[in-house]
């Protein structure tokens, strides 16, 4: 199993940047993937982006792309969302998982991170 911690999320204004870190712990070996997802109060929880492990391929969703960006540093297991020009669409739970290898979804899940984007 992975275990993944989040970083505190925060608080800002429309326009403003926020940047998230996830910490992998226990068989970091197997990760193929790693992304995030988030879920705003009321919705269902969403795709915003992920990340090969191995050669740092990248995918975002089409509501994110061009703010927020998603980068990995294997040596010390982190994975961040830097995220830029939000927008109140944007306020939701922040959530850090990992597809191990062999495993074909996502199976480990941080605790969840709030980001708040205010007018």
């Known amino acids: 199993q992975v275990q993944l911690v989040e970083s505190e999320g925060g608080s800002v204004e429309t326009g403003g940047s926020l940047r998230l870190s996830c910490a992998a712990s226990?068989?970091?070996?197997?990760?193929?993937?790693m992304g995030w997802f988030r879920q705003a109060a009321g919705k269902e929880r969403e795709f915003v982006c992920d990340?090969?492990?191995?050669?740092?391929?990248?995918y975002c969703a089409d509501s994110v792309k061009g703010r927020f960006t998603i980068s990995k540093d294997n040596a010390n297991n982190m994975v961040y969302l830097q995220m830029n020009s939000l927008k109140t669409e944007d306020t939701a739970v922040y959530y850090c998982?990992?597809?191990?290898?062999?495993?074909?979804?996502?199976?480990?899940w941080g605790q969840g991170t709030q980001v708040t984007v205010s007018s």
């Open positions: 990340i090969k492990w191995g050669d740092g391929t990248t």
């Open positions: 998982a990992v597809v191990q290898r062999g495993i074909g979804r996502y199976d480990s």
């Open positions: 226990g068989r970091t070996f197997s990760i193929y993937t």
